[in-house]
Antibody
Framework: EVELVESGGGLVQPGGSLRLSCSAS????????MSWVRQAPGKGLEWVANIKQDGSDNYSVDFVKGRFTISRDNAKNSLHLQMNSLRAEDTAVYYCVRGPDYGAWADYFDYWGQGTLVTVSS | DIVMTQSPLSLPVTPGEPASISCRSS???????????LNWYLQKPGQSPQLLIY???HRASGVPDRFSGGGSGTDFTLTISRVEAEDVGVYYCMHTLENLPTFGQGTKVEIK
């Protein structure tokens, strides 16, 4: 059974840092693109960043560039999001999401974790 | 960036009746490989989103056949043939045409 478990969320002051982690199990982690998607309280879904299977390439939305860094450790089946210079508007539930496999014809997110809440407030 | 626009944003439904949600993209999601890079998700209250439809019209594993997706290019529709009480929640469309996926604003479906 595919399982994605996020951790590392919490309360942080504006300008502070947090490192989110996602532990993956039940599938061959190294074969899949992985993403982070966030959801501010009472708001919609917002894609944040993704990373290629071997970590050689990644993309992120403009408003986190230079502040957030996505990475992965295929040996430990884990995905990470290093978040620096946090702002109040980064307050959200952050979801770890599985993307397509190597050579897949289709492109979609099929499994989501339960999310971890990040609150940026003084 | 591709902008995704859903309508309506709120949809009261009657159990047993059909319901549909529209999603429009600011540019065509039809790739030259013939596939539409448009997916539909349902977020039930208090839960993580779940995949319903991928690549425009393909039902995800375990999704009831009362859900169907259609459309091509810039106009897409999610249809529920007969709404059930368990279908309440917020429905999102999302494109994956380029490596900067974006979601629609969400359509909240609730029982009348």
């Amino acid at each position: 059974e595919v399982e994605l478990v996020e951790s590392g969320g919490g309360l942080v002051q504006p300008g502070g840092s947090l490192r989110l982690s996602c532990s993956a199990s039940g599938f061959t982690f190294s074969r899949h693109w992985m993403s982070w998607v966030r959801q501010a309280p009472g708001k919609g879904l917002e894609w944040v960043a993704n990373i290629k299977q071997d970590g050689s390439d990644n993309y992120s939305v403009d408003f986190v560039k230079g502040r957030f860094t996505i990475s992965r450790d295929n040996a430990k089946n884990s995905l990470h999001l290093q978040m620096n210079s946090l702002r109040a508007e980064d307050t959200a539930v952050y979801y770890c999401v599985r993307g397509p496999d190597y050579g897949a014809w289709a492109d979609y997110f099929d499994y989501w974790g339960q999310g971890t809440l990040v609150t940026v407030s003084s | 960036d591709i902008v995704m626009t859903q309508s309506p944003l709120s949809l009261p439904v009657t159990p047993g009746e059909p319901a549909s949600i529209s999603c429009r993209s600011s540019q065509s999601l039809l790739h030259n490989n013939g596939h539409n890079y448009l997916n539909w998700y349902l977020q039930k209250p208090g839960q993580s989103p779940q995949l319903l439809i991928y690549m425009g019209s393909h039902r995800a594993s375990g999704v009831p056949d009362r859900f169907s997706g259609g459309g091509s290019g810039t106009d897409f529709t999610l249809t529920i043939s007969r709404v059930e009480a368990e279908d309440v929640g917020v429905y999102y469309c999302m494109h994956t045409l380029e490596n900067l996926p974006t979601f629609g604003q969400g359509t909240k479906v609730e029982i009348k």
